[in-house]
């Protein structure tokens, strides 16, 4: 698969995220729309996700996060999950190539406990692939649950202390950070969802502490690259004061 070269006009934005999340929502909906089978839509959310991808690797974007499947999603219907899973598969062993010429590093992070055997494997081969790449740190959240993370942390922290590694008077914020899945990432300075959804869904709760979040009507396969970039550029012209307040200029004296 060929490189990704300088073809396609993207805008220059001076300050863009270091780390930014994407909760993509809508594929369902939008194959309804169309009559045709939830499935069809994942498979154009799949597209959506390469191009997005690769507008990453040009604007050289830090960190990349999708959230492609949670915990929460395994209530699902049988048949949609199977589908979604053999999704997963298909499109991992079609654009590993890519990743690679483009020094894209990949990881999953979730539980691997109910993933199909062969999509484990594929997982761990593109990880191990692409692990010493140093370009866009690309992050396909699957099978996740920000709550579970959490939990898996502070399980961690006590570990710890009971065997004498630390000591719990020792224990800060980033003795937490440090044993969440994103522990080698900084922290999101954006999320975007689509879909019209105004929520979260248990994405990054630690992690999205001071993000900037945008939430679109948008469904995920019909959101182009022009919302996109003008979704940045907003981004790049907010004022993140992660809790401060700038000093007030004193008045001039008459």
């Known amino acids: 698969m060929k490189k990704l070269h300088a073809d396609k006009k993207i805008p220059q934005i001076i300050n863009l995220p270091r780390h930014l999340g994407i909760i993509m929502d809508g594929n369902g909906r939008w194959a309804k729309l169309r009559g045709k089978r939830r499935i069809f839509g994942h498979e154009a959310g799949v597209l959506k996700a390469k191009e997005i991808v690769e507008n990453s690797v040009r604007l050289e974007i830090e960190a990349l ?3 492609a499947f949670s915990s929460e999603n395994w209530k699902r ?13 298909r499109t991992i062993k079609k654009y590993t190539g890519l990743l690679i010429e483009n020094n894209v590093r990949f990881k999953q992070v979730g539980s691997k406990d109910m993933l199909p055997k062969s999509l484990i494997r594929k997982l761990e081969q593109m990880e191990a692939i692409t692990s010493e790449n140093t370009g866009l740190k690309l992050t396909l959240a699957l099978a996740y649950g920000s709550r579970q993370d959490i939990v898996k942390g502070i399980l961690k922290i006590i570990d710890d202390v009971d065997d004498g590694r630390i000591n719990k008077n020792q224990i800060d914020e980033l003795t937490l950070s440090n044993r969440l899945s994103f ?9 975007i969802r689509t879909s019209g959804e105004t ?11 001071y ?20 979704i940045l550029e907003s981004y790049s012209q907010s004022e993140r004061r992660f809790g401060s307040v700038e000093k007030e200029t004193e008045l001039k004296k008459a």
């Open 65 to 67: 996060t999708l959230y």
């Open 77 to 89: 219907p049988a048949k949609e999950i199977n589908g979604l899973m053999r999704l997963f598969e």
């Open 183 to 191: 522990s080698d990432l900084p922290d999101l300075d954006l999320i």
């Open 199 to 209: 929520r979260v869904s248990n994405f990054m709760l630690w992690e999205m502490a």
């Open 211 to 230: 993000s900037e979040i945008h939430f679109t009507e948008t469904l995920w396969p019909s959101f182009e690259d022009q919302e996109f970039f003008e």
